[in-house]
């Protein structure tokens, strides 16, 4: 089956610290890959996605993530995080094999807390 | 355009009664899903549907059941609520199984 893992469930970092979320999934075939951010209180909104093409992605916020194939990542970086930046990320992988069932899969997500 | 809605936002019940939780999107896709999300988990899929009057099992569906009778209405019931379905449930929807997640604001649900 089909798994996505975020290996940091907590980060504490100061305003103007650089940012590096990972994320590693179990796929061998074609993905689609997403970051969603969800901040306290909302619902989960679309930070950016890779579907094909250059590996390097840049979504909203100035959030940007890495396609590594050969190491099944997708890590999510920013290079100076702000107070509200403050959210719980989340890393998902839908397989494009209509074996796997064309399902998007969630990692089990970052808190990220901002000190101001 | 509203996106995608849920009604109700919170709700308390009592171990062995039963609820619908509506969802409701107004971007005519045919794709829509149930999570539910607890802390630690992510996000877990529990029904989806793939056009109206389909539905289809995810990967914690026991104790709920759903119905896709209207393309913008994805219902979800429980029958029998235990304290186990305590949890945050929230309704996507999306244009193709490839595409991104449209997600609604979530339902609090706690039972007793």
């Known amino acids: 089956a089909q798994s996505v893992s975020q290996h940091n469930h907590h980060v504490i970092l100061s305003e103007a610290a650089s940012l590096e979320l990972g994320c590693n999934y179990s796929?061998?075939?074609?993905?689609?890959l997403f970051w969603y951010v969800q901040y306290p209180g909302q619902h989960l909104q679309l930070l950016l996605k890779?579907?094909?093409?250059?590996?390097l992605v840049k979504g909203i916020k100035g959030f940007e993530a890495e396609f590594i194939k050969s190491k099944f990542s997708f890590n999510l970086r920013k290079p100076s995080v702000q107070w509200s930046d403050t959210a719980e990320y989340f890393c998902?992988?839908?397989?494009?094999?209509?074996?796997?069932?064309?399902?998007?899969?969630f990692g089990g997500g970052t808190r990220v807390l901002v000190k101001p | 355009n509203a996106g995608v809605t849920q009604t109700p936002k919170f709700r308390v019940l009592k171990t062995g009664q039963s609820m619908t939780l509506l969802c409701a999107q107004d971007?005519?896709?045919?794709?829509m899903y149930w999570y539910r999300q607890d802390p630690g988990m992510g996000l877990r899929l529990i029904h989806y549907s793939v056009g109206e009057g389909t539905t289809a099992k995810g990967e914690v569906p026991d104790g709920y059941n759903v119905s896709r009778l209207k393309k913008q209405n994805f219902l979800l019931g429980l029958e029998s609520a235990a304290p186990s379905q305590t949890s945050v449930y929230f309704c996507?929807?999306?244009?193709?199984?490839?595409?991104?997640?449209?997600f609604g604001p979530g339902t609090r649900l706690t039972v007793l």
């Open positions: 971007m005519n896709h045919e794709y």
């Open positions: 998902a992988v839908n397989s494009l094999i209509k074996a796997a069932g064309n399902k998007l899969t």
């Open positions: 796929y061998g075939g074609t993905v689609n």
């Open positions: 996507a929807s999306s244009s193709s199984p490839y595409n991104e997640q449209f």
């Open positions: 890779y579907f094909s093409g250059d590996p």
